[in-house]
């Protein structure tokens, strides 16, 4: 009798534990705790395959998202492994990959014309520091000495990007930041003064992205979340695009992550989740 070959469609969910075998073929709302080492990244990749295989989706309507390039490749390398380069999904990436892309569909929705250009962390720095040192010159900040001016820029550059990461838009900045401040009995002076400069500074900032028709690393994941939490239509009209949403590393989603997962999920609810609490970085 002849031995059939091993197929995708036999055994896509082969050398699995039984914990992982079932956790890869739940549905509708999954949340995988585990520990480090224990194969989660492996199960998420299952989850894709039995999506494909068993349930039937489409490899191009799975979006699958991690936190780095990295890890965003050896996805997709052992998604290809288990069914082949012509089954592996198309979204496979980062957030700030996917949002990039998102972002480039429609850039109108950031204040920004087709073909602007992704500024990284040195641009950032840069225009923050031409913009404190306006301020100096102007006499609205004290000067400072070269290191310190240095820590400064760096500190407010920072700052601006948590801002984004906790969705404030510039035009709130003053007030989330004054508020943040009371709640939090911030006390220490370093830290107050460089959250007031940040809240100050950003709205200067972010028109000088704009009119360079430039974005940052943050802008990239902020303006499609907060775009599809106020257009209805804009969010179905993404989140149609896919039949489930699967991310790596939960356990390190910030609230902007976490926010523009659920807005691509919501509709068909399936959003498949590995991650391991004992590592979280939040």
């Not at 492994?81 to 700030?96: D, I, K, R």
């Not at 990007?161 to 508020?179: Q, R, S």
């Not at 499609?224 to 993404?238: H, K």
């Not at 590393?249 to 992550?257: I, K």
Request: aromatic share 6%; charged share 25%; net charge negative.
């Amino acid at each position: 009798m002849d031995i059939m070959p091993s197929s995708p469609i036999l055994d896509h969910l082969a050398g699995l534990t039984p914990a992982q075998h079932d956790a890869a073929r739940q549905t509708g709302a999954v949340v995988v705790l585990a520990g480090a080492g224990t194969g989660k990244t492996k199960t998420l990749v299952a989850g894709i395959a039995d999506r494909i295989v068993r349930r039937g989706m489409k490899a191009h309507r799975i979006l699958a998202v991690t936190f780095t390039n990295k890890a965003a490749g050896e996805m997709k390398a052992r998604i290809a492994s288990a069914l082949g380069t012509e089954q592996a999904p198309y979204w496979v990436g980062t957030f700030h990959a996917h949002a990039r892309r998102q972002l480039r569909t429609d850039p109108e929705i950031a204040g920004l014309r087709p073909g602007f250009d992704v500024c990284d962390s040195e641009d950032s720095t840069r225009i923050v520091r031409r913009l404190l040192q306006k301020a100096v010159d102007a006499g609205v900040l004290p000067p400072d000495d070269g290191e310190t001016f240095r820590r400064r820029v760096k500190s407010v550059a920072s700052r601006i990007a948590m801002l984004k990461e906790d969705m404030v838009l510039p035009e709130h900045a003053i007030v989330t930041v004054e508020g943040k401040i009371a709640s939090n009995n911030l006390e220490n002076g370093d830290d107050v003064m460089a959250w007031r400069e940040a809240a100050a500074v950003y709205p200067a900032y972010q028109a000088m992205l704009r009119e360079s028709n430039m974005a940052d690393f943050a802008d990239l994941l902020l303006w499609p979340t907060v775009t599809m939490l106020r257009d209805e239509n804009y969010r179905r009209d993404w989140a149609a695009r896919f039949d489930a949403v699967l991310a790596d590393e939960f356990q390190d989603v910030n609230r902007l992550q976490f926010l523009w997962l659920k807005c691509l999920s919501r509709d068909h609810g399936e959003l498949f989740c590995v991650g391991d609490d004992a590592q979280s970085i939040l």
